[in-house]
């Protein structure tokens, strides 16, 4: 069955310091990949996508990810992190279809230490 | 651009009244919208896909009739929570698909006492 998993449930970072999340998906063909990022009691709001062509997509809130075809990875980084940047952190993949079903990771909760 | 509503953002009610949560996509037109439901601490949990002008798509173990869904237009859907019960206490969260990415709303916090 088509996964993605994101190994890390819990970060913590100091303010300042840079951010790697990381994302794999199950290997097939290239799905469209999404970052998502929840606040405490929100919605998801949308950092980044990629669909096709450049692997290094910029988001917004100073993220970037990395497409990684040969790694079924596309990971999340950032490289001076920010208070308000704590929050839970979920990859999501679309493997296309008439549906656009989005499947999840389980999130990783990013903790900020000043 | 892009934005999703909720309303209400949260909800307390009686057990065995029903409650309706709507959707709506403020600045894009949704052929398709999701309902997704999210325990504290845990990743969301894909309900339903809502197409509008036809019968929503359930996921499996997810009971139509407790859960009613409308697309009534290419902007508001609605979740209907009937003979709501403790159980059905929880974090609901709409999706609109534009442009092949979903956009989520706010969430709705349902609590049945």
């Known amino acids: 069955a088509q996964s993605v998993t994101q190994p890390d449930i819990h970060i913590t970072v100091s303010e300042g310091a840079s951010l790697e999340l990381r994302c794999n998906y199950s290997y097939g063909a290239t799905p469209y990949l999404f970052w998502y990022v929840q606040s405490p009691g929100q919605g998801l709001q949308l950092l980044l996508k990629?669909?096709?062509?450049?692997?290094l997509v910029q988001g917004i809130k100073g993220f970037e990810a990395e497409f990684k075809r040969s790694q079924s990875s596309f990971n999340l980084r950032k490289p001076s992190v920010h208070w308000s940047d704590a929050a839970e952190y979920f990859c999501a993949v679309n493997y296309g279809g008439a549906t656009n079903k989005l499947i999840f990771g389980t999130g990783t909760l990013l903790a900020v230490q000043p | 651009g892009a934005v999703v509503s909720q309303h209400p953002s949260w909800v307390i009610c009686k057990s065995g009244t029903s409650v309706k949560i709507e959707c709506r996509s403020l600045d894009f037109q949704a052929t398709t919208m999701f309902w997704y439901r999210q325990f504290p601490k845990q990743s969301l949990m894909l309900m339903a896909t809502s197409n509008e002008g036809s019968k929503a798509t359930y996921e499996q173990g997810v009971e139509k009739d407790k859960f009613l869904i409308n697309h009534a237009s290419l902007t508001l859907s609605t979740l209907t929570v009937t003979s709501a019960h403790p159980e059905d206490s929880s974090f609901y969260i709409c999706?609109?698909?534009?442009?092949?990415?979903?956009?989520f709303g706010p969430g709705t916090r349902l609590l049945v006492l």
């Open positions: 990629y669909f096709s062509g450049d692997t």
């Open positions: 999706s609109a698909t534009g442009q092949e990415t979903q956009y």
